[in-house]
C-alpha cells in the first residue's frame, strides 16, 4: 500500500529558514500570521491530507466519476471528504475576512496545495476550481456578485469551475462560439463547452461556472470575449439554470475528477467586469492558478518520491557492487545500488529545490497583491510574472518525469495499480497540459514576460542572482556550488541576449528557442535555491556544532543533495543551451509533406 | 481515432540503401532472401498489422482481459485476429524450416516486430512469447523435445512463455525459490511465479511454459538454477498438467496481454539443457529477445509520431508566429508553430534513427548465427552482444518519451481515452521495465560488455566510426554532421576510458556511470547512422538531379532531418558526459536516513 508523510520539517526550512516567511508579519493584512500559527494551521493541514484525503486515492481511481442522467456520482468516500474538508475552512485559508475566510497569505495556500496533491490529486481540484472562480468574483465581480457568491465558495458550500475550453479552441481562445444575449438583468448564454473539470458534481449545494462567451457586438476574435457568472442553481431561490453535463470524458488519470462537456441552452448569466475584457480578466487569474498547478507537480512528485524511497529501502534484490551490505538477509536493500540512487536523488533535489522556488513565488504573489508599498510590490509582482510559466511547466514536466523514476525503482511492481505508483504517473501526466500547455507557458516566457518594460521582470531575478555569485564567490565552502551556477547563469545570460535579439526580428526565433529556453531557465533558477540553501545549511551546522540547537543530519543530507544537483542536474542546462543557440532552421525547414 | 500506416518507404531504405541486406544472400541459409522477397513479405505483414491487429488495439485496452477460475478470455476479436496471423504462417517467419519455418532472416523479422508494436503492442506479446520458447527449445532442447514441441510452436497453434520472475526476486534470479524434484522420466515442479505473460489466454491450444527452477542438489543462487519445460497440456494426450494461472495483474496499460500469477504445484517438466545452467540458457536468449524489446519501443514511437503529426496537420490553432499561413482558414494547423515542429521532428529522428540502428543490430544477429566464416560471425556477434543493451534501454525509454509527445501535441485531447494516444504511453512504459530494466541494460553495458576481451566488442563499433569520420572529414557537404559526430564521440571515448578505469578499481563508480554512459553511447550511435543516411541522401540526390530515379523529397527531408538531430538531439549527449565524469561520489554520499 502506497504512504505519504507530509514533509514538514523541509516545509518549516523552506518557510522560515529560506524565505523568512515571518517577514510577512510586516506588511498589516498578514500582522497575524506568525511563524507560530502558519505551522499550526499547517500541522493540522497535513493530518486531513494524510489521514482523510490521501486513503481514498487508491479507490477513487479505481472506482472513478460516473455519469448518469446529467448527474456525475463521484467515488465513495469523496463527499464526507468534502465535508470535512470544507467545515475544517479548508477552502477559505487565504480567502478575504470580509467574505469568511481566514485571510492568511495565499502562501500557506500554496503549501496547502501541495499536500493535498500528494495526498489525492483529483480531489485536490474540487477546491482548487472553486479558488479560481472565487479569484475571478473577487477581482472582478460588482459587491452584489461578491456578497452571493464569495461567502458560499468559501465555505465550500457552493464550489466553482473555469469554463473556457469548446472543441474546435483551447489555446486559441480567439476562436470562441458560446454566445451570450441579454436576457433581463442579465443575459442569455449558449453554447458547448469542453474539458470542464469539477463542471457537475455531489460534492457540492451549487456550482458556479465562470464563463467566457461573446457578446452580439463583440469584435471577432480575443478582443470580444466577455466573462459570465453562470450558477447552476439560482441563488435566490435555487431554481434548476440552463447549464447541464452532457457527459463526462474517460481520461489517463484524474479519474475521480470528472471531466464534463457542459452544455448550456439559454443559461442565465451576469456579466462579470467589463464587456469584451473576459479574457483580461482571466490573465490575471492566471498566474495564481498556474502556481497552483505548478503545486500540484511538486506534490505529485514528492509523493512518488516517498513511495519510491520506501520501495528502496524494503525490497531485497542482488548484492551491493562493492560487497554485500547485509549479511543476514537474503540480499541488499536496492537502495544500495548507484542507479537507485541516482533515481532518489534526482527525485529528491527536484522536490527540495522546486519546494524553495515555488513557496518563493507564492510568498512574493502575497507581497505583489498586499504589500504597503506600491514599489515592492511592483517588484514582487514582476519576479511572480516572470517565475510563474517556468514553475508551471518544469515542475509539471518534472512531476511526470519523478513519477516515472518511482515507477521505474519499483520494477515490475510500478507498472501494477495495486502498488499505487503508476497512478502518480497517469494523474501527473494533465498537469503539463491543463492551464496552458507547457510549450504555451515557454511561450509566454520568451514571448511576454522576457521583453516587458525593457527586461524588468528579468533583471528582478538575473540581478540577486548575480548579487549572490559576486557577494560569495570568495566563500571557500561555495565553490564547488559557485563555479557550475555562474557558468551555467552566465550561459543563460547569453541565450537570453541571443533569443531576444533573434525574436525581436522574428518571432519564430522566439519560439523555436522557448521550451529550451524555459528549462535551461529552470535549472538555474533551482541552482539559486540549492544554493542559498547551502550556505544556511552550513551556517545551521556551524551553530550545531558550537552547541546550538538543530537536526545535524538534516542539514548534512541538504548539502549532499546540493552537491548531487550541481555535479548531475544541472549540466542538463548545457543541452538546452546549445538547442537555443541552434536556433529556428532546422526546426522550420521541413514542408508538412517533408514530415 | 488513431492511424498507422506502415512506414515502408522507409523501412525499405534502410534495409536496403543504408545496409544493403541484400548480402545476407551471400549465407546459404539465407540464399533465396532476396531484396524483392523480403519487400513482398513485408508488405503483407504491414496489410496484417495495419487492417487485422490495428483495429483491435483500442477496444483490447478499452475491454482487457479477463480471469475466471483459472481462465483467461482475451479480448474480442483477439481470437480471430490470432488464427488469421498464425495462419498466414507469421510465427515461423525466421523459424528453423525442418520445424516448419519460413527460414528467413531474423532481420525480417525484427521489422516485423515493429510493425506488430506499432499496430497492437499487447496482441504483439503473444506471439513474441512463443518466439522466446521456441528459441529456448530450438538452442537447448533434446531432439525429442525440439520434435514435441518446435513444430506447433512455428504454426502457432501452441504459444509459449518465460517463467522466470518470483515475488520475491526479479532481476535478482540467485533469489529464486520454485523447486523441481524428479519423476519418473521428468520432474514434478512446484512453485509461484509472477508476471507471466501470456501465461494463460484463450488463443492457442496449448502453452509451453519454460520455467526456472531449482533441483534438490543445486547450489545456492544462480549457479543452481535449472530450466524446464511445463506444457499446460501434455503433448500426447493433452491431460492437463498442474500449472495453472491463479489471477491476472491490473495494470497501467497493455491490458489486452494477460499477466498472470501461474501457480506449479506437482507440474510435470523436463530439463531443457544441462541441470544448474539453466540461466546460461536464458542469456544465450537474452539478446534476441531484447532487440524484440528495443523493437516495441520504436514501434510505439512511430505510431504515437504519426497520430501527433496528424493531428498537428488537422488541428487548427493560433496563427503563425511569423504571419497567417492559411488566410481562408480560421486558424492556421499547429503544424506551423516552432514548438510543436521540436516535437514532431525529436520523434521522426528517433523513429528513423533508431530503425537504421536496431535493423543494423538485427542484420548483425543474422550474421552472428548463419554466417559461414566464423571470425566474420564473432565480430557481428561482439557487435550484437554491445549494441543489445543499448537500443533495448534507448529505443524503450524514448518509446514512452515520444508517446508523451505525441499526448502534448493533442493537447487535452491527448489525455482522453478515446483519442488512443494516451494508451501508447501507457502501453510504452512497461517496455522500461520488463526483460531487464534499463538500469540493468546500462549494467550490462558497463559491467559485462564493456571489459569484455579486452574491450573487443566496443572496439567494434568504435573503429568503424573512427574511420567514417577520417574518411569523410574533408567531405565539405559532411562538415556541419561531422563535426558534432566527432566531437560527441571524443568525449564518449573519454567517458569511457574513465569509466573503465575507475570501474575496475571500484564497481560502484562504473554502476554510477551506467545510465549516463548508455545515453551518451546510444546518442553517438544514433549520430553514426544519421551520418551515414545524410551521406547516402547525398548521393541518391545527385544522382536524381542528375536523371536517376528516386523520391527527390524523401532524400532531402532525411538531411533536413539530420540537421535537427546533430543540432538539438546529440548535444544532450554533453549532460550525459558530464554526469559520467561527475563520479560516484555525489551519488553514494546519503546515509539511507539522509533520503
Redesign the interface.
Known sequence: MPIYNAPMEDIKFVLHDVLGAEKLTEIPDFADASADLIDQILEEGAKICEEVLFPLNQSGDEEGCTWKDGDVTTPKGFKEAYDAFTQAGWCGVSADPEFGGMGLPALVNTVMQEMICSANFSFGMYPGLSQGAYEALHHFGTQEQKDTYLPKLVTGEWSGTMCL?EP?????L??LRTKAEVDGDGYKITGTK??ISAGEHDLSENIIHLVLARLPDAPEGVKGISLFVVPKFMPEDMRRNGIACGSI?????IHANSTCVMNLEDAKGWLVGEPHKGLKAMFVMMNAARLGVAMQGLGIAEVAYQNG?AYA?DR???R???GVKFPDK??DPI?V?????????TS?AFCEGSRALSYWVGMNLDISLHHEDEATRKEADDLVQLLTPIVKAYQTDMG?EVS?LA??IH??H?????YGV?QY??DA??A???EG???IQ??DLVGRKMGAHMGRYLRRFFHPVQEFIETNQTDEALQEFIFPLAKSFAKLQQATAMTAQKGLK???E???A??DYLRHFALVAMGYMWIQMVKISQEKLTSINGGGEGNK?FF??KI??A??FF??ML??A??HF??VM?G????????????
Chains 1, 2 share one sequence.
Not at 474546435?168 to 486559441?172: L, R
Not at 510500478?414 to 495495486?418: P, S
Open positions: 475550453t474546435h479552441c483551447g489555446t486559441d480567439g476562436l469542453i474539458f470524458e474517460h481520461k489517463m488519470g524511497l529501502k531485497l534484490q542482488m551491493a557492487l562493492d537474503p540480499a537502495i545500488h548507484p542507479d537507485v540512487r541516482r533515481m532518489l536523488l529528491k511526470f516515472s515507477m521505474q520494477g515490475g510500478g507498472y501494477i495499480r495495486e503508476e504517473a497517469r501526466r494533465i503539463m497540459i491543463y500547455t507547457n510549450g515557454a511561450l522574428d518571432p519564430t522566439a519560439g523555436a522557448s521550451v543530519e548534512e543530507a549532499k543533495t552537491k548531487f555535479s548531475r549540466p542538463e548545457d543541452w546549445k538547442a541552434a529556428a532552421e532546422s526546426l522550420m525547414a521541413h514542408n508538412e509533406s517533408e514530415f
